[in-house]
């Protein structure tokens, strides 16, 4: 079983960058797909990004393509999530989640662990 803990979200202003760090322990995140999901208040979690188990493939959903990067660093057992270009409608609780499988996919039915959550807030 994995632990994840997100740290990184902090108030931003529009345009500005960010960088979302997930600390895994108990096992390793080469073992898992990870992702970030965000929601915002009165809405549902979202998919924002992913990787696979084997790291040779990530994918994001539409509104944060060419402008959020999703990475995993093995040897600090660490996922990121860089964000650039950021906008309002970017404001909400980030969550990391890891899948057993190999691919996760964008639904969060598909992953079976999550961090807390990282509260990013973009101000106009």
């Known amino acids: 079983q994995v632990q994840l803990v997100e740290s990184g979200g902090r108030l931003v202003q529009a345009g500005g960058s960010l960088r979302l760090s997930c600390a895994a322990s108990?096992?390793?995140?080469?073992?898992?797909?990870m992702a970030w999901f965000r929601q915002a208040p009165g809405k549902e979690r979202e998919f924002v990004a992913g990787?696979?188990?084997?790291?040779?493939?990530?994918y994001y959903t539409d509104s944060v393509k060419g402008r959020f990067t999703i990475s995993r660093d093995n040897a600090k057992n660490t996922v990121y999530l860089q964000m650039s270009s950021l906008k309002p409608e970017d404001t909400a609780v980030y969550y990391c989640?890891?899948?057993?499988?190999?691919?996760?996919?964008?639904?969060?039915?598909?992953?079976?662990?999550w961090g807390q959550g990282t509260q990013v807030t973009v101000s106009s």
């Open positions: 989640a890891a899948s057993q499988n190999a691919y996760g996919g964008g639904s969060y039915h598909q992953y079976n662990y």
């Open positions: 108990g096992r390793t995140v080469s073992s898992y797909a």
């Open positions: 990787i696979s188990r084997s790291g040779a493939n990530t």
